[in-house]
C-alpha cells in the first residue's frame, strides 16, 4: 500500500503514525524541547529519536516483531516514554499496565493480551510471582532493579538490553499505517473486568486533533498516567503538533501553580475533582501569575466563564472515553455549566432508548457515537468479540453512558448507565447530586452512590470528604434541600477522609456501595430530618 491514497479523510503516515512522525520532527526540529521531567531534565526531538531508536534495537534484540502486544508496566518518567515509543517505532503493539493491578486483575490483563515480554519497574515485579501468567515468559526490570525478586518462569533480562549504546533497529517488515493498531489500553474495569480497547494510530490522532485550540508553541503538563487514554492522548497531542510535554508524576492542590510555573506548561487536562480542588482553595496572587495559557475541563464541574477569569486561563472542555475520540467539544468558556459541548465535526451523536431509537429532546437516554473517518475510534476490544458486538451493534458504538440534550443543542452527561439511581419512581442522576453537594464550603469533594432501601428500591447516600473544619451533615442537607428535588435529597451523608480512587482520579464508587451504610453514616429520617414533596 502507498504511503498516499485518494481518501482525504485518512492522513499519511508521517502525520499520525509515530515513527514517522517522531522522525520528522527530529529532522525539522531537532533542538527543540519535546520533554521535560519532574526532575527537570530535558530531551529535544532529536535526543528523543536517538533513545528510542536505541530502545527500539534493544526490544528487536529479545526478538519484538511488528504487530507483537508487549507489556510497559511503569509509573510516568523517561522509561515509561522510551519503552511506549519504542515499542511503536517497531510497529508493535503497546499495552500498559494499571500500576495499581495485583492478583486476579493483574493475571486477568496479562492473559488478555497473550503478550511474552514485560518490561516492569522493580517494585512492581513481586506481584508476578503468585499469579497465572498465561503465556508471558521475559521480564525486564526498569527501575528499582536491585529490590526486584527472581520470578521463577521467567526469564530476566538486563535493564542495559534496552540502552545499547548506538544500535539502530532494523525497518519493520511492512510500513507501518495509520489503521494499524498503536495500543491496548485497558479500561478502567469498575463495572467489571477490564476490558482492552484496540486502538489505531489513526484513532488516537482523530482524539486529539479535536483539541483544535493546541497550538504548536504549547507545553502539556501531562498529570495522568500513561497506561491511561488521558495519558498518552495528551503526549501524542503535543508530538502531532510538534509541541512539547512536561510530565510529572501526580496532580498536587497545593503545588499545582507552582509546577506549572516550574515546568513553563501552558496547557493541562483538569480530570474528575480537579478544577474544584483548585476553585475552593483560598484567593491567592499566585492565581494569576502563571504562564497557563488553556484548561481543558473534563467534566465542567465549575462556572467556565468565572474560573477562566480567576485563574486567567481559557477554558475548554470535551467528552470521551477510551473507546471514542472526543466526539464532543465545547468553544472557550463553555456555558452552562455541566455541558459537554456539541458533535465536532466529522462525528454523528444521538440519544436513544434500550431499542436504539432516539428519545425527546430533554429525555435521558445512551449517547452512541460514529464518525465519518474510518478507524477513528477503536478496533474493538481484543479477545472478546461478545463485548465487542454489543458496544457496536447497529453500526453505531454505544458508551454505556447516559445523557440528554437541551433545545440549544447542548448535551450534557447524566450517569453512567449502571451508576444510576432510582428513588420514588424517578431516575436520579448521581453526577447532579455530587454537583450540589459539591457546591457546599464545607465540601472538598464527594460521590454519590444508590444504597437499599427498607422499602425495596434506592436512597442516596452521598461519601463527602471535608474541608479542613469539618462539614456537618445535617448543615449539608439543609442545604441541598431547597436546592435539589426532594426524591433526590440523600438520606445518608458520610464522611470520609478521602474518597477511594483509580490512579487515573475516577472514583470507585462500588466499593463505596459494596460498603454501604457504616456505623459512621448520618441518617437523616433518624435525626428527624423529613423532606417532603412540596404541595401546590
Known amino acids: 500500500m502507498p504511503k498516499t491514497w485518494h481518501d482525504p479523510r485518512v492522513p499519511a503516515p508521517e502525520q499520525c503514525v509515530l515513527r514517522p512522525l517522531l522522525e520528522r520532527h527530529a529532522a525539522s526540529r531537532p533542538d527543540a524541547v519535546f520533554v521535560r521531567f519532574a526532575d527537570g531534565s530535558q530531551w529535544t526531538y532529536a535526543q528523543t529519536l536517538d533513545i528510542v531508536q536505541r ?3 534493544g526490544l528487536q534484540s529479545l526478538g519484538v516483531q511488528q504487530g507483537e502486544n508487549v507489556h510497559a508496566w511503569l509509573p510516568n518518567g523517561p522509561d515509561a516514554l522510551r519503552v511506549w515509543f519504542g515499542i511503536n517505532y517497531l510497529g508493535a503493539v503497546y499495552v500498559p499496565i494499571n500500576l495499581a493491578y495485583r492478583g486476579s486483575i493483574l493475571a486477568h490483563a496479562i492473559r488478555l493480551s497473550g503478550a511474552r515480554l514485560i518490561v516492569a519497574h522493580g517494585g512492581l515485579v513481586d506481584r508476578l510471582a503468585d499469579i497465572d501468567r498465561s503465556r508471558l515468559t521475559d521480564l ?21 538490553v534496552l540502552s545499547p549504546a548506538s544500535a539502530r533497529p532494523q525497518p519493520p517488515a ?38 483544535n485550540y493546541h497550538i504548536e508553541t504549547d507545553r502539556h503538563l501531562v498529570l495522568l498516567p500513561m497506561f491511561h487514554v488521558g495519558g498518552t492522548a495528551a503526549v501524542y497531542s503535543m508530538l502531532v503538533l ?63 466563564p468565572a474560573f477562566s477569569e480567576r485563574f486567567g486561563c481559557e477554558v475548554y472542555t470535551v467528552f470521551n472515553m477510551t473507546e471514542i475520540s472526543c466526539p464532543l467539544v465545547s468553544g472557550l468558556n463553555p456555558g452552562p455549566q455541566a455541558s459537554c459541548g456539541g458533535p ?16 425527546a429532546t430533554g429525555e435521558v437516554g445512551e449517547l452512541i457515537v460514529r464518525t465519518d473517518t474510518p478507524w477513528a475510534m ?20 454505544h458508551t454505556g453512558d447516559a445523557f440528554r440534550q437541551d433545545e440549544a443543542g447542548n448535551y450534557f452527561f447524566v450517569d453512567r448507565m449502571k451508576d444510576a439511581i432510582r428513588r420514588r419512581g424517578e431516575n436520579i442522576s448521581s453526577f447532579e447530586v455530587e454537583a450540589e453537594v459539591n457546591s457546599h464550603p464545607q465540601v472538598q469533594e464527594a460521590a454519590a452512590v444508590a444504597v437499599p432501601s427498607e422499602h425495596g428500591e434506592d436512597e442516596v447516600l452521598v461519601a463527602v470528604v471535608p474541608q479542613p473544619g469539618g462539614c456537618d451533615p445535617r448543615a449539608l442537607v439543609e442545604y441541598l434541600i431547597p436546592r435539589m ?47 417532603k414533596r412540596q404541595k401546590l
Open 344 to 359: 465536532r465535526p466529522g462525528v454523528e451523536v444521538r440519544i436513544v432508548d434500550d431499542n436504539d431509537c432516539e428519545v
Open 174 to 211: 511492512r510500513e507501518i499505517m495509520p489503521w494499524d493498531t498503536q495500543c491496548i489500553i485497558y479500561t478502567s474495569g469498575t463495572t467489571g473486568p477490564s476490558k482492552g480497547v484496540m486502538s489505531s494510530y489513526l484513532h488516537l490522532y482523530e482524539s486529539v486533533a479535536a483539541w
Open 378 to 397: 477503536n478496533s474493538g476490544y481484543y479477545g472478546n468479540p461478545e463485548a465487542t458486538a454489543r458496544a457496536w451493534r447497529n453500526g453505531w458504538f
Open 485 to 531: 428535588p426532594h426524591f433526590m435529597v440523600p438520606r445518608y451523608v458520610r464522611l470520609m477522609a478521602e474518597l477511594p480512587k483509580t490512579p487515573t482520579q475516577k472514583v470507585q464508587k462500588h466499593l463505596i456501595r459494596s460498603e454501604g451504610i457504616t456505623a459512621d453514616t448520618w441518617d437523616r429520617e433518624k435525626a428527624g430530618l423529613v423532606v
Open 55 to 57: 530502545t527500539a534495537a
Open 242 to 304: 510538534g509541541a512539547s510535554i512536561a510530565i510529572v508524576d501526580a496532580f498536587q492542590t497545593d503545588r499545582f501553580w507552582d509546577v506549572i510555573e516550574e515546568t513553563g506548561t501552558t496547557s493541562v487536562i483538569l480530570l474528575g475533582g480537579m478544577a474544584t480542588l483548585l476553585n475552593k482553595r483560598p484567593p491567592d496572587p499566585r492565581d494569576r501569575q502563571h504562564g497557563l495559557r488553556v484548561a481543558t475541563m473534563v467534566p465542567l464541574l465549575e462556572d467556565a
Open 140 to 160: 525486564v526490570v526498569l527501575g528499582g532493579e536491585a529490590d526486584a525478586p527472581a520470578v521463577p518462569g521467567l526469564t530476566r533480562h538486563p535493564s542495559a
